[in-house]
């Protein structure tokens, strides 16, 4: 049967010449709409499978707050404009489109965008309802294991956190008989590591009493949806909710969703999530808590206590007390060292993708540890045990690469005296990276396109196809949709890419990684070296945390080796950095994704958390944490009950 698309377009003569142009393509048109109430009222009816939209309408609402809607229905749609200012861009692209077509454009145009807008949908749905069902069978496992009931809501906390992120999540309680004690929170200190925020904790945080607690919550009004708040939404609905404003000056969260459940007695019980990202959240999360409430609703009726007498104590304050390392490599990640929130986010969209054979692309500048990002897809993946073939698309000369890739028989060419198997048969069933394939010569692109459609390749000089079965994982530093705008890269084999993109930040913008790579390579070539060297100074940590790194983690790498090489003591005392480079902002610890000066208690509290992880939790002692910070252990032990810390165990 074929497929429905739905024209909403105000201009009716390019709404009647696309109609033209999809009929004869065999696609059905189910209306022209020139307004988004029209629109509304033909999906209604049609149920179309595709929205061609333009973002200019007839009426009050245009394109963009139609988009919204499509989303929460599930419907896809790719936007026809024709001048994207870049304001306009920037708000349409938040809305996900499974494609753009900039008028005016040509009909082949048309027809390929279409294609990969219906392929990446089909690709997205199944996506969904794996996860869906994965998160709903999780639930249920959840529900069933011997363990008490915080521990049982921490680990639903911790399944949603990479479909719904968050750095901070409040479950609680509201009975007819007003709040419930129980409200527990979840701070997220790692990628597996949430430390628990219990009532005493939450009011040693905000630094409130227990009744001025009480009579805030008495003033907040209900939650009755699931909604989000970005950035400034946030601020303006904090003026209505005191005591997330208390939480979010606390703990600087930058955005919040909510999402509430009510169960069979009446009771409410509701999920705050909160983040330090300003726009952390979008319709799509809105949609998926959604879909998940019934489940969410029936694990949640098993796991609250109806008994508030249960007093069994949560073992652990913190979930997970690993160290950095050895908890990426327990979650399966390959020496990826990282502790900044935009790296736990990477991490846990490789969770996510991992395990499927979505293609990938992973972006970032050069050094930012894409290769190392790519390697742990593969080895998270169920190709583990195949091969990884890595490729450098730009180490090889244009001539050679297609040889390289797909092989050749022997006599193909000049030159080919014997036969060679190409990359892609020599990765069949496992894996190929594809390093830097914005330098692919525009000819193999083609060859690479029919690769991902079809599943096979052709040797120079064979006889025909060959099917292969490889994952592709592709990389680059350059920005593919300049090379896509100025003719360099194709647009086809672009969307075919960008399924799946993982977007690496620069070192720069993730300063809080730092000290734990700093700590990392230190480790690693103080042992190559034979040296002792304990660590750096924190004159020479401050230095590294205003630095830009341009050459991201791999210059820090450098440094790190050299400085090792050249010191003279136990600890590094010099850095031999550009001088040009180094920006004076501020000494004290920075929050880099909001450009936010941490306050002094969040140091602290960072600091003393990060000596407990090193001494694995011990306080007194010659190598306890007490001894490491210089303080008595009494003095440590109400430092750590004044910033919220309980007792590592
Ligand atoms: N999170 C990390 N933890 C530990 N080491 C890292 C991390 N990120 C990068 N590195 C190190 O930095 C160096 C550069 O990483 P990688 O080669 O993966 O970067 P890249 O983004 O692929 O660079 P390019 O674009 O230049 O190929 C590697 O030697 C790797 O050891």
Same mark, same amino acid.
């Given at each position: 049967?074929?497929?429905?698309?739905?024209?909403?377009?105000?201009? @009716? /003569?390019?709404? !009647?010449?696309?109609?033209?142009? *999809? %009929?004869?393509?065999?696609?059905?048109?189910? $209306?022209?709409? =020139?307004?988004?109430?029209?629109?509304?009222?033909?999906?209604?009816?049609?149920?179309?499978?595709?929205?061609?939209?333009?973002?200019?309408?007839?009426?009050?609402?245009?394109?963009?707050?139609?988009?919204?809607?499509?989303?929460?229905?599930?419907?896809?749609?790719?936007?026809?404009?024709?001048?994207?200012?870049?304001?306009?861009?920037?708000?349409?692209?938040?809305?996900?489109?499974?494609?753009?077509?900039?008028?005016?454009?040509?009909?082949?145009?048309?027809?390929?965008?279409?294609?990969?807008?219906?392929?990446?949908?089909?690709?997205?749905?199944?996506?969904?309802?794996?996860?869906?069902?994965?998160?709903?069978?999780?639930?249920?496992?959840?529900?069933?294991?011997?363990?008490?009931?915080?521990?049982?809501?921490?680990?639903?906390?911790? @399944? /949603?956190?990479? !479909?719904?992120?968050?750095?901070? *999540? %409040?479950?609680?309680?509201?009975?007819?008989? $007003?709040?419930? =004690?129980?409200?527990?929170?979840?701070?997220?200190?790692?990628?597996?590591?949430?430390?628990?925020?219990?009532?005493?904790?939450?009011?040693?945080?905000?630094?409130?009493?227990?009744?001025?607690?009480?009579?805030?919550?008495?003033?907040?009004?209900?939650?009755?949806?699931?909604?989000?708040?970005?950035?400034?939404?946030?601020?303006?609905?904090?003026?209505?909710?005191?005591?997330?404003?208390?939480?979010?000056?606390?703990?600087?969260?930058?955005?919040?969703?909510?999402?509430?459940?009510?169960?069979?007695?009446?009771?409410?019980?509701?999920?705050?999530?909160?983040?330090?990202?300003?726009?952390?959240?979008?319709?799509?999360?809105?949609?998926?808590?959604?879909?998940?409430?019934?489940?969410?609703?029936?694990?949640?009726?098993?796991?609250?206590?109806?008994?508030?007498?249960?007093?069994?104590?949560?073992?652990?304050?913190?979930?997970?007390?690993?160290?950095?390392?050895?908890?990426?490599?327990?979650?399966?990640?390959?020496?990826?060292?990282?502790?900044?929130?935009?790296?736990?986010?990477?991490?846990?969209?490789?969770?996510?993708?991992?395990?499927?054979?979505?293609?990938?692309?992973?972006?970032?500048?050069?050094?930012?540890?894409?290769?190392?990002?790519?390697?742990?897809?593969?080895?998270?993946?169920?190709?583990?045990?195949?091969?990884?073939?890595?490729?450098?698309?730009?180490?090889?000369?244009?001539?050679?690469?297609?040889?390289?890739?797909?092989?050749?028989?022997?006599?193909?060419?000049?030159?080919?005296?014997?036969?060679?198997?190409?990359?892609?048969?020599?990765?069949?069933?496992?894996?190929?990276?594809?390093?830097?394939?914005?330098?692919?010569?525009?000819?193999?692109?083609?060859?690479?396109?029919?690769?991902?459609?079809?599943?096979?390749?052709?040797?120079?000089?064979?006889?025909?196809?060959?099917?292969?079965?490889?994952?592709?994982?592709?990389?680059?530093?350059?920005?593919?949709?300049?090379?896509?705008?100025?003719?360099?890269?194709?647009?086809?084999?672009?969307?075919?890419?960008?399924?799946?993109?993982?977007?690496?930040?620069?070192?720069?913008?993730?300063?809080?990684?730092?000290?734990?790579?700093?700590?990392?390579?230190?480790?690693?070539?103080?042992?190559?070296?034979?040296?002792?060297?304990?660590?750096?100074?924190?004159?020479?940590?401050?230095?590294?945390?205003?630095?830009?790194?341009?050459?991201?983690?791999?210059?820090?790498?450098?440094?790190?080796?050299?400085?090792?090489?050249?010191?003279?003591?136990?600890?590094?005392?010099?850095?031999?950095?550009?001088?040009?480079?180094?920006?004076?902002?501020?000494?004290?610890?920075?929050?880099?994704?909001?450009?936010?000066?941490?306050?002094?208690?969040?140091?602290?509290?960072?600091?003393?958390?990060?000596?407990?992880?090193?001494?694995?939790?011990?306080?007194?002692?010659?190598?306890?944490?007490?001894?490491?910070?210089?303080?008595?252990?009494?003095?440590?032990?109400?430092?750590?009950?004044?910033?919220?810390?309980?007792?590592?165990?």
């Amino acid at each position: 049967m074929s497929r429905k698309i739905l024209i909403v377009e105000d201009e @009716s /003569l390019v709404a !009647y010449d696309l109609k033209l142009i *999809l %009929t004869r393509a065999g696609y059905r048109v189910c $209306g022209i709409a =020139d307004s988004v109430p029209e629109a509304l009222e033909i999906m209604e009816e049609q149920k179309p499978e595709m929205v061609l939209l333009d973002i200019f309408l007839k009426g009050d609402l245009n394109g963009i707050d139609l988009a919204a809607m499509l989303t929460a229905k599930n419907i896809a749609f790719v936007y026809l404009s024709a001048n994207f200012q870049e304001s306009i861009l920037e708000k349409a692209k938040a809305t996900q489109p499974y494609g753009f077509l900039v008028k005016p454009f040509r009909e082949k145009e048309l027809l390929i965008t279409l294609d990969v807008a219906f392929y990446r949908h089909q690709n997205s749905i199944e996506s969904k309802l794996r996860r869906e069902q994965g998160l709903e069978q999780l639930f249920k496992n959840i529900v069933a294991e011997p363990i008490n009931w915080k521990q049982k809501l921490l680990k639903i906390a911790t @399944s /949603l956190q990479p !479909y719904v992120p968050f750095d901070y *999540l %409040t479950v609680i309680v509201r009975t007819s008989a $007003g709040f419930s =004690d129980e409200a527990i929170s979840f701070l997220r200190t790692g990628f597996d590591e949430y430390q628990v925020i219990g009532i005493n904790e939450f009011l040693n945080i905000t630094n409130i009493s227990r009744a001025r607690l009480k009579e805030m919550q008495a003033e907040s009004p209900l939650l009755t949806k699931t909604a989000f708040y970005n950035d400034g939404d946030f601020t303006t609905l904090q003026s209505r909710f005191p005591v997330k404003k208390l939480l979010a000056n606390a703990l600087h969260m930058e955005s919040f969703l909510g999402s509430p459940l009510v169960n069979s007695k009446g009771d409410n019980v509701c999920f705050s999530f909160y983040s330090r990202k300003p726009d952390c959240y979008s319709t799509d999360h809105v949609v998926l808590l959604d879909r998940l409430h019934r489940s969410l609703l029936t694990a949640m009726e098993d796991i609250i206590p109806v008994d508030h007498g249960e007093t069994a104590p949560f073992k652990n304050d913190v979930y997970a007390g690993k160290g950095l390392s050895e908890q990426n490599k327990a979650a399966g990640f390959r020496d990826i060292i990282c502790k900044s929130h935009q790296m736990l986010t990477v991490l846990d969209h490789i969770a996510i993708v991992a395990p499927l054979d979505t293609s990938v692309l992973v972006l970032g500048e050069s050094g930012t540890g894409k290769e190392r990002i790519a390697k742990s897809i593969h080895y998270l993946s169920p190709r583990k045990n195949k091969p990884l073939v890595v490729v450098n698309c730009a180490s090889m000369p244009a001539t050679l690469i297609e040889s390289e890739l797909f092989g050749h028989e022997k006599g193909a060419f000049t030159g080919a005296v014997e036969k060679r198997t190409g990359k892609f048969e020599l990765a069949d069933g496992g894996t190929i990276f594809l390093d830097e394939i914005g330098e692919m010569p525009a000819e193999l692109q083609v060859k690479l396109l029919r690769v991902l459609q079809e599943q096979e390749i052709e040797r120079i000089g064979g006889k025909g196809p060959i099917k292969i079965n490889v994952r592709i994982v592709a990389a680059t530093n350059r920005n593919l949709e300049k090379e896509v705008e100025e003719g360099r890269f194709r647009l086809d084999l672009y969307y075919r890419l960008f399924v799946f993109p993982i977007t690496i930040p620069p070192l720069r913008e993730r300063k809080d990684d730092i000290p734990v790579l700093v700590r990392h390579f230190l480790e690693r070539y103080a042992q190559k070296s034979g040296k002792n060297i304990t660590g750096v100074t924190p004159d020479v940590m401050t230095q590294l945390l205003e630095y830009q790194w341009p050459g991201n983690v791999r210059e820090l790498e450098h440094f790190i080796e050299r400085s090792v090489l050249l010191a003279d003591g136990p600890m590094i005392k010099h850095t031999y950095l550009p001088k040009l480079q180094s920006k004076k902002e501020s000494s004290v610890y920075k929050d880099v994704a909001t450009d936010r000066l941490k306050t002094i208690d969040e140091n602290a509290r960072e600091h003393i958390l990060d000596v407990l992880r090193r001494c694995n939790g011990k306080i007194s002692g010659k190598d306890g944490a007490a001894s490491k910070l210089g303080l008595p252990p009494s003095t440590l032990h109400s430092k750590m009950q004044k910033l919220g810390i309980r007792k590592w165990e």
